[in-house]
């Protein structure tokens, strides 16, 4: 397969003793020749999880009234290292977890890289169906940006200054590392989507356990509530002002974003 990306590395996250996952990505990677190394990541216990450094036990419990689950504490720590990677290396990323599989050949990944000074971070596999507007056409795939982050962080392409503001702004985090990338609003990436994603993950039992929620009392709820209104606010003024932007000067060569349900 022809990347495209001639001055990118790829990096599979996967833990320490899920070696059927780390034979599953040997064979896919092979199958799509894609190069790319393990950064192997090591479960946490609970305590080690809500007591680390980078974790802000205080405000996520003020926010949401429960705690992050060891596993999301964990995957967001294995995130910024691979962040950190990037940063060191001055090479953009493309960075996996161990459960995705390959849909498409990345053979758009040359063209789309002529408009690489108008992006930041590229999504090409994201959770929920979410509205977003279209930029402009590469091969068979959309080139989109999203109203509302469609959540997920099993494949995604970003660059080495784009990690660094990750890395900066997450050096205290409260959330899992898929919603901390969403919030386009704080951190101010430049963020697009392929779409149809390139990218699916299977359907194999969640490295990520413990995360049933408790029941929370109604002041809980109330500002629980506060917090998503104001975070949701935030995020549709950026999506509009990111409409507005796109309409006076698409680099992607699109005049009228067409809104996609």
């Given amino acids: 397969m022809n990347m495209g990306w001639k001055d990118s590395n790829t990096v599979v996250i996967t833990l320490e003793d899920s070696k059927d996952r780390q034979a599953h990505m040997n064979t896919e990677m092979e199958r799509c020749g894609i190069p790319f190394d393990f950064f192997i990541a090591k479960r946490m216990e609970v305590s080690a999880a809500h007591g680390h450094g980078n974790y802000d036990r205080q405000k996520r419990l003020k926010r949401t009234g429960f705690d992050m689950s060891a596993g999301e504490v964990g995957c967001f720590l294995s995130h910024r290292e691979v962040w950190k990677n990037a940063v060191r290396t001055g090479k953009s990323l493309l960075i996996c977890e161990d459960d995705i599989r ?82 386009e609003w704080r951190h101010e990436l430049r963020i697009i989507g392929i779409m149809p994603y390139p990218v699916e993950t299977l359907a194999l039992e969640t490295t990520i356990t413990n995360r049933r929620k408790p029941a929370l009392g109604t002041c809980t709820k109330l500002r629980k509530e506060m917090y998503r209104t104001r975070d949701r606010t935030a995020e549709f003024c950026h999506s509009y002002r990111k409409r507005l932007r796109y309409l006076m000067g698409n680099p992607f060569h699109v005049t009228k974003p067409d809104p996609k349900p």
Wanted: glycine share 4%; proline share 6%.
């Fill in 102 to 183: 390959f849909l498409h050949a990345l053979d758009f990944s040359s063209q789309l890289m002529r408009y690489s000074p108008s992006f930041d971070l590229v999504r090409l596999h994201g959770v929920f169906p979410t509205r977003y507007f279209e930029l402009g056409q590469l091969q068979n795939y959309s080139i989109v940006s999203y109203n509302k982050g469609p959540r997920g962080s099993a494949a995604y392409w970003i660059k080495p200054a784009a990690a660094e503001r990750l890395l900066e702004l997450s050096q205290r985090f409260y959330q899992p590392v898929d919603d901390f990338i969403d919030e």
